[in-house]
């Protein structure tokens, strides 16, 4: 499959890079930063330079020609900018939904969080990014006709695999490693059945594998 994954430098979409290039996937990143390039050759992904806060629906539907799946794993960062959780959390989600479809690319995953709600209330910075990632499930969910899976994992951790999560509708508030959230991608994209789902990730007593065939429908 060819994959196109926005926010292409961070650090679940690193290790992503990594599982699926070494599955022999055709894997490509979009960054902002011409430095970043590097790091996502050394990871065996193709860098694509597209800045997702002031670019267009065409442009971006441009670069996801003949992919087989998208996934959206960028943030706005964690500097407490509120405007960036608009900007890049909400509105890069939709933008990027958009351009699949107008590219003709029906798979989709969004990486969102455990809380996400379009009506979440509040005005801290926190609050300001749950809410932008529950309107940005909404649209996709409601909006589009995309093959969409959304995966909101709970804390998240860099303190190495285990690679045994707690997958499902409802799992509870808890951490999950990095490593664990980009296993469980990985798996989603090559496991049939796994679209309209919205799914919880923690850490858990369920291999990866075993936990993604098991919300698969059909």
């Known amino acids: 499959m060819r994959i196109v994954i926005a926010g292409g430098h961070g650090q679940i979409a690193l290790r992503l890079e990594r599982l699926l290039a070494g599955r022999s996937h055709d894997v490509a990143g979009v960054i902002r930063k ?18 997702m806060e002031s670019t267009t629906v065409e442009e971006v539907a441009a670069v ?11 943030g706005g960062g964690g500097d407490g900018n509120r405007q960036r959780k608009e900007t890049v ?5 939709i933008l990027f939904a958009d351009a699949a479809e107008r590219a003709g690319v029906r798979r989709y995953l969004l990486v ?7 009506g979440h209330e509040g005005d801290e910075v926190f609050d300001v990014y749950l809410r932008a990632k529950g309107q940005a499930d909404e649209y ?18 860099n303190e190495g695999g285990t690679g045994l999560v707690n997958l499902a509708e409802n799992t509870g508030r808890g951490p999950v490693q990095r490593d664990d959230v980009a296993a469980v991608l990985a798996e989603l994209l090559e496991t049939p ?26």
Request: net charge negative.
């Open 112 to 118: 969102s969080s455990i809380g996400a709600d379009a």
């Open 140 to 157: 996709v969910q409601s909006r589009t006709g995309l093959d969409w899976t959304i995966v909101r994992p709970g804390a998240l951790k």
């Open 89 to 93: 959390d909400k509105g890069g989600a």
């Open 34 to 51: 011409p430095e970043q390039a590097g790091d996502l050759r050394q990871a065996g992904a193709e860098p694509i330079i597209l800045d």
């Open 193 to 218: 059945g796994t679209a309209g789902l919205t799914l919880q990730l923690i850490g858990g007593t369920t291999p990866v594998k075993e936990a993604v065939a098991a919300v698969a429908k059909g």
């Open 64 to 74: 996801l020609k003949g992919a087989d799946a998208v996934v959206f794993a960028a």
